[in-house]
């Protein structure tokens, strides 16, 4: 079995990053916004959270170890 220990700070910027690329998408496709404005901070959320996706799927996979199991 696979354990994953991760800081509270390396926690944080995983669940932000998730957090900006799905409130990015959710921007994209709603219709209370006006759509330049919509589109504009939409396209820059998705953006920062695909651009960050890589540097924390790194830190995940770095933290990933083996767990003896009885």
């Known amino acids: 079995m696979k ?3 991760l800081s509270v700070p390396t926690f ?3 669940v932000a990053t998730r957090a ?3 409130f990015g998408v959710g921007l994209l496709v709603s219709a209370k916004i006006p759509e330049a ?3 504009a901070i939409g396209m820059t959320l998705v953006a ?7 540097p924390a799927a790194r830190l ?3 933290r990933l ?3 003896a199991t009885a």
Do not use: K, P
């Open 3 to 5: 354990q994953l220990t």
């Open 12 to 14: 944080g910027f995983i």
């Open 20 to 22: 900006a690329l799905a």
């Open 37 to 39: 404005r919509r589109r």
């Open 48 to 54: 920062i959270g695909a651009a960050t996706t890589i």
């Open 60 to 62: 995940v996979a770095g």
């Open 65 to 67: 170890t083996e767990s």
